[in-house]
């Protein structure tokens, strides 16, 4: 099983809503990232957890917030976006340290924020 | 710092052409580098991914790339297109101090 999934598939939201995207693997990984992807861009690291602990916060603002709970679960907290905070969120993972191994990459959350 | 460049933000061929996409990266020490496809829609896929084992790396869907230190380039090439090529392909580099970058990427179109 070589599947990362992300749900929703599809989020509107406004900008004082409280939402939360998810992530989840089952391959055994233990480093998971957060990336943002622009139409026609490629995609810009936001976060990466390295053995559940989060080693890498690309000046992200605090309107985002991960959370790790474990191993296989990762979520993306999100509280009073912007509309340019509309995107399409990507979930990875890899097996061991960050980026050290290919990264396997979810279907993604198409985020729109009114 | 370290970075790839993609050569030619577009690229059209026709089916059954060869496919011929640019990658060069910036580094004194080869890095690792990676080919991923993003299909309308979808997450990224891994093509190919070097390693510093051979040079000519073979990856899924018929695509191959070849690493070459003289020119810093890793282009990916496919002898005949589908249209189910039809994606957009990112080059994407790891250096030696784990840091990780995607070029700008390649939208490719196939014309029928």
């Known amino acids: 099983d070589t599947e990362v999934t992300q749900t929703p598939k599809h989020l509107v939201m406004g900008m004082t809503n409280k939402k939360s995207l998810k992530c989840e693997q089952h391959m055994g990984h233990r480093a998971m990232y957060w990336y943002k992807q622009k139409a026609k861009k490629p995609p810009e690291l936001m976060f990466v957890?390295?053995?559940?602990?989060?080693?890498i916060n690309e000046s992200v603002p605090s309107r985002f917030s991960p959370e790790c709970p474990n191993s296989s679960l990762l979520n993306l907290h999100l509280h009073a976006l912007q509309p340019e905070d509309s995107a399409l969120y990507l979930c990875?993972?890899?097996?061991?340290?960050?980026?050290?191994?290919?990264?396997?990459f979810g279907p993604g959350t198409r985020l729109l924020v009114l | 710092a370290q970075s790839v460049t993609q050569l030619g933000s577009h690229v059209s061929v026709s089916e059954g052409a060869l496919v011929l996409l640019r990658c060069n990266y910036s580094s004194s020490v080869p890095p690792y580098l990676f080919w991923y496809v993003q299909y309308p829609n979808q997450g990224l896929q891994l093509l190919l991914k070097?390693?510093?084992?051979?040079?000519l790396v073979k990856g899924i869907n018929g695509f191959e790339a070849e690493f070459k230190k003289s020119e810093t380039s890793f282009h990916l090439t496919k002898p005949s297109a589908h249209m189910s090529d039809a994606a957009e392909y990112f080059c994407?580099?790891?250096?030696?101090?784990?840091?990780?970058?995607f070029g700008t990427g390649t939208s490719l179109t196939v014309i029928p």
């Open positions: 994407a580099v790891r250096n030696t101090g784990n840091q990780f970058y």
């Open positions: 957890y390295s053995y559940e602990k989060l080693s």
């Open positions: 990875a993972s890899s097996q061991e340290r960050a980026f050290q191994e290919t990264q396997y």
């Open positions: 070097y390693t510093s084992a051979a040079t």
